[in-house]
């Protein structure tokens, strides 16, 4: 088959990242975007490589029991959800299956589909909304990168935000027009508006806006028309990021307005949330995953744990309170800051926080004779390094619990632990924490075997 073919095609399975995949008469895979396990599709081979292609739709000639209407008029182009063309029970059945398939095919562990927690809300669940500020034919706009490139597709509003967190937004675009405030051009490395951040919690919304440099023509005027466009606004942070490329924030911040913390409160503490701070953006679901991470966690009274690449302490805050002592590592300053303050404000003693990469610490911790019975990692999508995986098993705790956003990593991880440390494998269970999208959260208990 060459490219600019048309072909028939029956669509079995999903990729890692959500495309449909079926099978060509000769055997070879093909991927088709917005494709449903089921379809029966007449497609054009737009990519053919030696042994896989990527095919478009042309005529969905049988549709899948499981696909229904997109019901966003920027799907798929805003490149924010890839399942809107998919009935929520089979986004999670994928998910499901797919966590299984890394843990088999990477990890080498044989265990059936596991149980997926699906998300309390699936509309409207996000707490944190990062917009790309533009030119378009309106004046400045605000919206998502269309995906794989870097052109903005302006939005009015978006399902997996609040109402809210847009019509913030909103206040900012007509602002920068009326102000003369230019949106940021990547190629030239002009202009000042690269991002408006939003969060939102008990505490209100929180604006951060991300400038080139820090010179905000008709400020107070910003932040008339923000708070009259949102009155649980409670903080405007002016954030200056200089460099070019893809890093959505820069260092710098000052407070314009306000707060210059956001607070929320989430399994029973209160947060203070700097705009550096890393915060799970799926506010109910994320109590659930926390209570099911205690579960695994089973602290005693006498226990000492060690809560890796711990952000503000969520989670170390979550045991604390059924530990003897806790020790969080997270290696960006601001967040270690507010974790030692949320401590000291939630009344937490028994808690200690080291600013470090949680691979040195860890080795640190080790060398020094430090003896948990669990460790909890929440790493990023790249996982574990190898420094961390040493230290754990030196450290040789009862429980690791692994708190993952990537099940190809975790299954890599899983694996060196289980062959490095002699940890088997005890429980997993997916928690959709991104419905549309095709990230999938994953929790698992490794314990030692004796
Ligand atoms: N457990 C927390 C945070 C998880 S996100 C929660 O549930 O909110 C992962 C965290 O790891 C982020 O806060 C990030 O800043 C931090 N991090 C990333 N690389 C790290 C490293 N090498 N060492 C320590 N922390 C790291």
Redesign the pocket.
Known sequence: MKKNQTCQIRITGYTAEGLGVGRLEDGMAVFVPGAARGDFLEILLVKVLRRHAFGKILQVLQPSPWRTSPDCPVFPQCGGCDFRHLTYEEELSLKAQRVMDAMNRIGGFTLPIPKIVPSPKITGYRNKAQFPVGNGETGVIFGFYRSRSHQIVPIRQCLLQSKEACSLAEAVCRWADQAGAAPYDERAHTGLLRHIVIRQGQGGLHLTLVVREDRLPKSQQLIDMCQEAVPALCGIVINTNPQPGNKILGLGCRTLWGTDRLADQLAGNTFHLSPL????VNHEQ?QQLYAYVTELAAPQPDTLAL??????G??TLALASRCHQVIG????PQ?VADAKENARRNQVHHVNFLC????QAAQRLAEDGFSPQVIVV???RKGLDQAAVDAICRMNPQRVVY?SCDCASLARDAKLLAQQGDYRLQQIRAFDMFPRTAHVETVCLLTRMQ
Not at 277 to 280: N, P, T
Not at 307 to 312: A, E, K, M, S
């Open positions: 701070s890393f915060y799970q994320t809560d890796l690449y711990c952000g503000v969520t989670i590592v997270e290696i960006i967040a470090a990469d949680a691979g929440d790493p990023p708190v």
